[in-house]
């Protein structure tokens, strides 16, 4: 049974990179053929939004209209995914999710969630 | 505006059935992609309810159900209980804009 904790700064400054690491139990991100590790997020009050994926072979997937300020990195050697998301503004204050992805069975594990927010 | 378009909110009483919509486009319900189905309890994750558009994770009451058909997709709720109400996300892939996409998202209430 994975699972999946974030950690990171609960508040960041605008203009600033936030990150976000994910730390991986129960389960091998560099043997785990079937799954994308990614990151998902949820303003307060609003629906989800897929920012990006990345598969064990470390091929990146993100969300074009957060690409130009998405990075997602993996760590094998600690079990971890990085989410690293540039030149913030208010709107990118959310709850950040570590979530897998398999092509037949969906988002299928979660981390709790972490809130950011993100104000000088 | 959400690629993937659900009601805001729907409702029923304890005992009865309800449905909630998802309707995509050409380009992801309608192209052939999965439709997978999440759960929201307030201040937690979102949990996997129904994946592969109508299979049920192991301990998911079969209570909860799941269809496509074209382009659009439904989760089905039968013997609503109190602890159902909360929000409802479906969710699939784009090939358009190249992204796993959801709904907005579905507030049911228990009457």
């Given at each position: 049974?994975?699972?999946?904790?974030?950690?990171?700064?609960?508040?960041?400054?605008?203009?600033?990179?936030?990150?976000?690491?994910?730390?991986?139990?129960?389960?091998?991100?560099?043997?785990?053929?079937?799954?994308y590790w990614g990151c998902i997020r949820q303003p307060p009050g609003k629906g989800l939004e897929w920012i990006g994926s990345?598969?064990?072979?470390?091929?990146?997937?993100?969300?074009?209209?957060?690409?130009?300020?998405?990075?997602?990195?993996?760590?094998?050697?600690?079990?971890?995914?990085?989410?690293?998301?540039?030149?913030?503004?208010?709107?990118?204050?959310?709850?950040?999710?570590?979530?897998?992805?398999?092509?037949?069975?969906?988002?299928?594990?979660?981390?709790?969630?972490?809130?950011?927010?993100?104000?000088? | 505006?959400?690629?993937?378009?659900?009601?805001?909110?729907?409702?029923?009483?304890?005992?009865?059935?309800?449905?909630?919509?998802?309707?995509?486009?050409?380009?992801?319900?309608?192209?052939?992609?999965?439709?997978?189905?999440?759960?929201?309890?307030?201040?937690?994750?979102?949990?996997?309810?129904?994946?592969?558009?109508?299979?049920?994770?192991?301990?998911?009451?079969?209570?909860?159900?799941?269809?496509?058909?074209?382009?659009?997709?439904?989760?089905?709720?039968?013997?609503?209980?109190?602890?159902?109400?909360?929000?409802?996300y479906c969710q699939s892939y784009d090939s358009s804009l190249n992204t796993w996409v959801f709904g907005g998202g579905t507030?049911?209430?228990?009457?």
């Amino acid at each position: 049974q994975l699972q999946l904790q974030e950690s990171g700064p609960g508040l960041v400054k605008p203009s600033e990179t936030l990150s976000l690491t994910c730390t991986v139990s129960g389960g091998s991100i560099s043997s785990s053929s079937s799954y994308y590790w990614g990151c998902i997020r949820q303003p307060p009050g609003k629906g989800l939004e897929w920012i990006g994926s990345i598969y064990y072979s470390g091929t990146t997937y993100y969300n074009p209209s957060l690409k130009s300020r998405v990075t997602i990195s993996v760590d094998t050697s600690k079990n971890q995914f990085s989410l690293k998301l540039s030149s913030v503004t208010a709107a990118d204050t959310a709850v950040y999710y570590c979530a897998t992805y398999t092509t037949s069975s969906g988002f299928d594990y979660w981390g709790q969630g972490t809130l950011v927010t993100v104000s000088s | 505006q959400s690629v993937l378009t659900q009601p805001p909110s729907v409702s029923g009483a304890p005992g009865q059935r309800v449905t909630i919509s998802c309707t995509g486009s050409s380009s992801n319900i309608g192209a052939g992609y999965d439709v997978h189905w999440y759960q929201q309890l307030p201040g937690t994750a979102p949990k996997l309810l129904i994946y592969g558009n109508s299979n049920r994770p192991s301990g998911v009451p079969d209570r909860f159900s799941g269809s496509k058909s074209g382009t659009s997709a439904s989760l089905a709720i039968t013997g609503l209980q109190a602890e159902d109400e909360t929000d409802y996300y479906c969710q699939s892939y784009d090939s358009s804009l190249n992204t796993w996409v959801f709904g907005g998202g579905t507030k049911l209430t228990v009457l």
